[in-house]
């Protein structure tokens, strides 16, 4: 049966908003009230709902690249991508990707996956293409649920969980954070309630092995002043040869109880992924951030033998691409731990999607609050920042995030 017309699809949403869209498409399918039910029309109203536009909106005051999806039901959902390379992932969206999409059906979201990527695949299958494609397939699901009245972790299988525990993720940059305020800002994590931090050393392949390391004089210091109970992560980002990332590690762990230390070699190089994943048995070893497809997952698991993933919503496909990420991720016995540094669309996607994962870590990345990351929540009507160092799932429709109209049309006249 093909689906009315786009005129009474708008018309069921007004009466069904009347009473909330949820109770008609109810859990567990109960079912709806008789008077209202004979109201309803039928079920393809829903199925045949279609995009109608779809535009990227760079938000330089916020550091944030969102998406906006529209239907031709009147919902609209809202997506966002990694903010590296925004300016060519917008253009992939307004000028490539958006006119694939539009006309099509909202639910058709894996087909839509696989046509955005493999229709575009010449612009790379890693980086700025599986981010384009990100902010629309979240916003795709948003659009979903909102249509349909449920979050979006109901729509992806139901839930395992309810809240994930944060880490406070705190850059130093090399060096250019001072020892001090990186100190500083642990603390403020831990008064926040976080069991955990995370040092983002940010040393990169082209200052591989940097001598002398500054790491150890974070850590240490950290470690001084948080104590023997909240658990330190180091994040290398990649700055390490194999053998000198084993003797750092190895010192990390031994002198500061450092048990979980990320990317500490190229994430391009599985080889020596290996190596130090084999030498440092007591240590998670995390990686995955910069890994945008199952097949790169593939090749970090089965080549680079890492112990725990993490991946990232707004750079690795969306919940589409992810959910296959975590189907692989079981095959292997690996949890996902996801890596997140946006605190409103990012970590209400990330959420909804740990939720869901059977395989997870103890604990999902959190980003230290700058200024544009705090004017970024302000756009939105609900705070989904961590409460006593937890993460919960969201309830409302979609993502359960809703933009404040106002805030938004400011921020889009900036
Ligand atoms: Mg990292």
Known sequence: MRPSSASSRRRFF???????AAAVFGAAGAAAPKAAASALPALSSVAGVKITRIRCHILQQQAMALVELETDAGVTGWGE???DGRAVMKRMIDDFLAKECVGQSIHDVRRLWDWMFYENHDLGPGGALPNAIAGIDIALWDAKGRL??????????????????AYGSIQVRRGR????????????????????????????????????????????????ALGDDIVIMVDANNGYSAARAIQTGLKLYENWNVTYFEDPVSDQNNAEMAQVVDALQRVNIVAGEKCYTRWQIRDLIVQGRVGMLNPDVIKAGGFTELDRIHHLATCFQKPIQLHNSRPTISTAAS????????????????????????????LFRQDVRPRDGWLHLPTGPGLGLEPDPAALRAALAE
């Open 351 to 378: 959420v909804h999607a740990m939720a869901t994962y059977s395989q997870v870590g103890r604990f999902i990345e959190y980003p230290h609050l700058t200024p544009e990351l705090e004017a970024q929540i302000r």
């Open 148 to 165: 349909l009245g449920l979050p979006v972790w109901q729509l992806l299988g139901g839930r395992y969980r309810d809240k994930v525990e």
């Open 177 to 224: 954070v001072s020892v001090e305020d990186c100190v500083r800002s642990c603390q403020e994590a831990v008064q926040l309630g976080y069991k955990a931090v995370k040092i983002r050393m940010q040393i990169r392949e082209h200052f591989l092995n940097l001598e002398p390391d500054p790491t150890f004089a974070y850590v240490a210091a950290a470690r001084k």
């Open 14 to 20: 007004r009466e069904s908003a009347l009473w909330g």
């Open 81 to 83: 991508c990694a903010w």
